[in-house]
């Protein structure tokens, strides 16, 4: 999942940065209104932390204008000091879809973006997948494989959620990694070696490796079985 941290304030989007990729999110930021906003609207986002008080452009600008001009309906989590009712029906009314009053605990921000990007897709339902003798807690980001449990970096976590969610399709390469990475392409050998990490973590105990390289393709999770609601 994609996420567009527009704040100005250094600590406050290094410590969203931070919790947000260590949760398998794939994250950008901008400093100011205008970068934020040719962001917002030049690329594709499942959902955009926006902070009020910012340089060059203030966020209800941003927003008003990612929902008027540009007709993008992309999740906006509002983030700001103003706590006032009068403040958050504004931000309202401007296009916002929830409002988080700062100082906030990070934990609360991945809830409510969680819920934002489920709802925007369809997916308030969807809680787990399972594919095979695997499932993966949407909710907790945690995986298991015959009832044991797999530990996994963030970017393998998001490799994985991308194959369970299609099974038995073949996903390209080079789809892959704009979907893990973005337009920051990683080097030749990066998805090889994840695909090597993810394998080795599900098939630490034995298991039979789920995981098939197509030839000249790419990769994909062949299972026989799935459940993705």
């Excluded at 600590?11 to 917002?40: C, P, R, W």
């Excluded at 540009?70 to 403040?87: N, Q, Y």
């Excluded at 009832?147 to 998001?158: A, E, F, S």
């Excluded at 630490?204 to 993705?228: F, K, Q």
Aim: charged content about 25%; proline content about 4%.
């Amino acid at each position: 999942m994609k996420v567009l941290i527009i704040e100005d304030d250094a600590a406050i989007a290094t410590n969203l940065y931070d919790y947000l990729e260590s949760n398998a999110y794939q994250v950008d930021i901008a400093s100011n209104g205008a970068m934020g906003l040719h962001l917002a609207t030049t690329q594709h986002w499942d959902a955009i932390l926006l902070d009020l008080s910012l340089p060059g452009m203030d966020g209800l600008t941003i927003c008003r204008k990612l929902r008027e001009e540009a007709h993008r309906d992309t999740p906006v989590l509002m983030l700001t000091a103003k706590d006032t009712l009068e403040d958050k029906l504004h931000g309202f009314r401007q296009g916002a879809d929830d409002y988080l009053v700062k100082p906030f605990s990070l934990k609360e921000v991945g809830a409510r973006l969680a819920a934002l990007i489920k709802r925007y897709n369809g997916q308030v339902t969807q809680a787990e997948l399972r594919c095979a003798d695997v499932r993966f807690d949407l909710a907790t980001l945690t995986v298991e494989r015959a009832g044991r449990p797999v530990k996994l970096p963030p970017k393998c976590l998001y490799l994985l959620r991308i194959l369970m969610q299609s099974p038995n399709r073949v996903f390209g390469r080079a789809e892959l990694e704009t979907q893990i990475w973005g337009e920051q392409l990683p080097d030749s050998d990066t998805l090889r070696a994840h695909v090597y990490t993810l394998r080795r973590a599900l098939t630490a105990h034995g298991e039979n490796d789920l995981i098939d390289t197509v030839h000249g393709l790419g990769y994909r999770l062949a299972v026989s079985d799935a459940n993705t609601p």
